[in-house]
């Protein structure tokens, strides 16, 4: 099971960013995908997960208006689609795949909330730099 996410970059205040998370070793339809971000000095931060299953997601609060994540099955691949950016989104994003007990699973928390401690299979990080 792995991941690796990919698509950042630098850009303005109010502009669009799509970031790729490709997934290799397993099926997207067999487990659910959470997206993370860590910016400097803070703790890291539970974006959306994205259900294996149905494909549905939901989002925390923070970001809920203004980002969507999506999934290509046939890419393997689940996007978090971000617009109108704000310097406070500079951080380094993540892909990971929910876990319980430490087992991949297609569902998301029943609470919604996504939280670091609840995924595993780290990808490696892509940075966005929003500049004002």
């Known amino acids: 099971v792995q991941l690796q996410a990919s698509g950042g970059g630098l850009v303005q205040t109010g502009d669009s960013l799509k970031l790729s998370c490709t997934a290799s070793?397993?099926?997207?339809?067999?487990?659910?995908i959470g997206w993370f971000r860590q910016a400097p000095e803070k703790e890291r931060e539970g974006l959306s997960c994205?259900?294996?299953?149905?494909?549905?997601?939901h989002y925390g609060e923070s970001v809920r208006d203004r980002f969507t994540t999506f999934r290509d099955i046939a890419k393997n691949t689940v996007y978090l689609e971000m617009n109108n950016l704000k310097p406070e989104d500079t951080a380094v994003y993540y892909c990971?795949?929910?876990?319980?007990?430490?087992?991949?699973?297609?569902?998301?928390?029943?609470?919604?909330?996504?939280?670091?401690?609840?995924?595993?299979?780290w990808g490696q990080g892509t940075l966005v730099t929003v500049s004002s």
């Open positions: 990971a795949v929910r876990q319980v007990f430490g087992t991949p699973t297609q569902y998301c928390a029943m609470t919604e909330v996504v939280q670091q401690s609840d995924f595993g299979s």
């Open positions: 070793g397993f099926r997207l339809n067999d487990y659910a």
């Open positions: 994205i259900k294996g299953n149905s494909g549905s997601a």
